[in-house]
Each structure stands twice: as structure tokens, then as C-alpha cells.
């Protein structure tokens, strides 16, 4: 089932939001990483920037560079809603945003291989949301 994101819309420089992602197709107790991925206008697809990370089992965490400081990933204690908490937002960060689930490998190996490539890779993710738009204006 795919994901489903909410929560975007129009902000300032400086400004917050937060992005939520229905997860609820998958149990409690499946191992998955679920990830934050973003699409700036007169990007392709294949050009999706992947920003964050979460295990479902340890619940450890990646982000890119980009974004380090700033967001922050979370989960439900239910398991069926990952947030993105978004501070200090940049005209950068305009986007159409959306989350997808990795389950090719153990969810705290991914983050450990995303850490180490400092990159999430959007061709391991699956369950592709139909996004939620971000803008933020000067």
C-alpha cells in the first residue's frame, strides 16, 4: 500500500512545518526503513534528493548534509505515522516532499550504509506516496 504524506503548504524563510507519513500498510513489528525524499521544481524524478531516514526496529536515524540540524525525523509510538519536523526553512527547501520505504535489507543496516554514503539511493524505495508541496518564500 503506498505511503500517504500530508502537512505541506506555504511558509516563510525561517518558518516551520511538519510533514507527516501514513505508514499504517505496514504492522508494527515489520523491519523497514522509512524515508523523506524531495523534488525541487525542474527536477526529475531520478533527481529525488533523499534527506532523512528512520529505522522501524532501533529507530536510528540518517540525514543528509542538507538538512542536518534543521529536521528531524520521528515515529508514532503505534508505528503508523513518521513525521518530518522541519525548522529554520531556506527557499531551497521548496520541494514536493515524499516518503518511501526501504526493505531490501535490515532497516539499521540501511542506516548505517546511508551514513556511510552520506546519501540515501530512491531506487532501493518502494511504496512511493503521491508527495505533499512545500513552499517557502522570501
Known amino acids: 500500500v503506498p505511503f500517504v504524506e500530508s502537512g505541506g503548504g506555504l511558509v516563510q524563510v525561517g518558518g516551520s512545518l511538519t510533514l507527516s507519513c501514513d505508514v499504517s500498510g505496514f504492522t508494527f513489528d515489520d523491519d523497514y526503513a522509512a524515508g523523506w525524499f524531495r523534488q525541487a521544481p525542474g527536477k526529475e524524478r531520478k533527481e529525488r534528493e533523499g534527506i532523512s531516514c528512520i529505522s522501524s526496529t532501533d529507530g536510528s536515524t540518517f540525514y543528509a548534509d542538507s538538512v542536518k540540524g534543521r529536521f528531524t525525523i520521528s515515529r508514532a509510538n503505534a508505528g503508523d505515522t513518521v513525521y518530518l519536523q522541519m525548522n529554520g526553512l531556506k527557499s531551497e527547501d521548496t520541494a514536493v516532499y515524499y516518503c518511501?520505504?526501504?526493505?531490501?535489507?535490515?532497516?539499521?543496516?540501511?542506516?548505517?550504509?546511508?551514513?556511510?554514503?552520506?546519501?540515501?539511493?530512491?531506487?532501493?524505495?518502494?511504496?512511493w506516496g503521491q508527495g505533499t508541496r512545500v513552499t517557502v518564500s522570501s
Open positions: 518511501a520505504a526501504n526493505r531490501a535489507r535490515a532497516s539499521r543496516y540501511e542506516i548505517e550504509i546511508a551514513t556511510m554514503r552520506r546519501q540515501l539511493d530512491p531506487h532501493e524505495y518502494d511504496y
